[in-house]
Structures are given as structure tokens and as C-alpha cells.
């Protein structure tokens, strides 16, 4: 039962909630600012699975918060799995669509400018950097959590 | 030292590692049949990704395949550990490239079809689909090993 930090209850993993949801948020602000995101198959996806991420972060990031408050992490072995495989899904579908996006991008920004403005396009671009981060973030969770099963 | 289907020096494994040299062999093969690929960054990092993840793949099959022969599987708690994260960070870098092509292929067909004739973007998407096949493959693999790792 020793503390692993960034594992679940902690204020590492609080923080990594956090800014998890700030990311997640960001990513969808800056894609759904540009309104012609849904005429690229990647960025709608990006937009749904960041709608699925926001909820997901923002749940836990009230549950961490309140089990640092009261200072009695959660420390159920089937609550811990559901949370890890649920960020290590998450985790997946979003690098997944940060991929995508990002190469999405990255094509549009190397045609001769006809599809998107070069202001749109950088703004797509910072949505695809955020999702890498939120990706980068969802994932530590996950292996910190994971690490921390076995003991429990 | 109970023996997981799918962890290393088992017939499962084996096929495991098998189908992931297939894949990415197959995926290589249709991406740089058609000889534009380098025009596009995305196509160019599943070429750079497939380069790295075929002679892993090949190695290991060939050391699953000499490791059922003799019966002997390789139990060394450090070596399973470096195929665990070897596997890890490639189907990391196999998913991205995947879901890059993907992507890209999407938007490409999408266009009018000035930038690829029909038949060779067809390719290209036979080509992310080996991809992800060989994805899935080997985040299996690193699953069973990882499975596998406590009770050594």
C-alpha cells in the first residue's frame, strides 16, 4: 500500500488529471475556433474523441481532488483496473487522432495554401500539439496506476 | 514459470511474431510500390517505421521459432523486459504511422483525385491497413509478455 506517485489519490496524479483536461480542452477549443473542421474526416474524429477525453479527465480530476482533500486515496483493485484500462483506451484513441490530425496538417500546410488560410492552419496545428499532450499525459497515468496494481 | 499462450518462446508467440513480419513486410511493400510515397510525410514515416519494425519483428520470430524447437523457452526477467518495452514503443510508433497514412489516404481520396490515380491510392490504404494489423500484433505481444513478467 506504499504511494506511488501519480497513482490514483495522489496530488501527482491530480495535477496529471489536470492537466489533462486543460489539454484536452485546448485541443478541442482550437479546432472547433476554425469552423471548417468537419470537412476533414481526422478532425472530426479528433473532435469526438477529445469529447470523450474531457469528461473522462474532468471526472477524475474532481475524484483525485476530492480524495487529496479528505486525504483516503481510492485504493479498490477493480476500480483502479476499470480506471487504468479506460486511460490506456483513451490513450490510444487519442494518439491515434493527434496522429491523424497532425499529418492532416501537415498535408494541407504543404499544398499551395488553396484549403486553409496559413492563421487556420496553425491553429490546427496547436489543437494537434495539445492532443499529443494530453496523449503524453493519459498515458503516465495509465503506467503509473498499472504500477502501482500489483501491490495493492 | 506457468507458460502464458502468446508470451515469448511459445508456438502462439511465434505466430504472433510471424504475422507482425508479414504485416509490416506487406505493409512496406504496397507503400513503396507506388513510387511517389515520398511526397508525402506521413507515407515516408511508415516507410522510416516499417524499417525499424521489420528486423525486430524477424529477429524475434526467428528466436521463437529456435526457442520452441529446442523446447527452452527465455525466461530472463531483463531480456523479456527489453522485448516488453522494445514491443511497446514500436506499436506506439506503428500506431502513429498507421493512423497518419490513414489519414492522409482519406483526405487524398476525398480530393478530386488530382493528387493519386485511383489504383495506387488504393495501395496506399491496403498499405495503413497491414499497418494497423501489424499494430494490433504487436501490442499483443507486448501485452502477453508483460502478463508474463510478475510471476518470473
Same mark, same amino acid.
Given at each position: 500500500?506504499?504511494?506511488?506517485?501519480?497513482?490514483?489519490?495522489?496530488?501527482?496524479?491530480? !495535477?496529471?488529471?489536470?492537466?489533462?483536461? &486543460?489539454?484536452?480542452?485546448?485541443? /478541442?477549443?482550437?479546432?472547433?475556433? %476554425?469552423?471548417?473542421?468537419?470537412?476533414?474526416?481526422?478532425?472530426?474524429?479528433?473532435?469526438?474523441?477529445?469529447?470523450?477525453?474531457?469528461?473522462?479527465?474532468?471526472?477524475l480530476t474532481i475524484v483525485d481532488g476530492y !480524495?487529496?482533500?479528505?486525504?483516503?486515496? &481510492?485504493?479498490?483493485?477493480?476500480? /483502479?483496473?476499470?480506471?487504468?484500462? %479506460?486511460?490506456?483506451?483513451?490513450?490510444i484513441l487519442i494518439l491515434a487522432a493527434a496522429c491523424s490530425a497532425a499529418s492532416v496538417v501537415d498535408l494541407l500546410l504543404h499544398s499551395d495554401g488553396s484549403f486553409c488560410p496559413l492563421k487556420v492552419c496553425r491553429r490546427y496545428q496547436v489543437s494537434a500539439a495539445m492532443a499529443f499532450l494530453s496523449w503524453f499525459l493519459s498515458m503516465a497515468s495509465s503506467l503509473f496506476n498499472l504500477w502501482l496494481l500489483p501491490s495493492l
Open positions: 500500500m506504499d504511494d506511488v506517485p501519480g497513482s490514483m489519490g495522489t496530488s501527482a496524479s491530480f !495535477s496529471l488529471r489536470l492537466g489533462q483536461t &486543460i489539454f484536452s480542452s485546448a485541443s /478541442l477549443f482550437f479546432m472547433a475556433l %476554425g469552423v471548417q473542421f468537419y470537412s476533414y474526416t481526422a478532425f472530426c474524429y479528433l473532435v469526438t474523441i477529445m469529447g470523450l477525453a474531457i469528461p473522462w479527465s474532468f471526472t !480524495s487529496v482533500l479528505v486525504k483516503w486515496p &481510492i485504493r479498490q483493485p477493480r476500480i /483502479l483496473l476499470i480506471v487504468i484500462i %479506460g486511460d490506456w483506451v483513451l490513450s
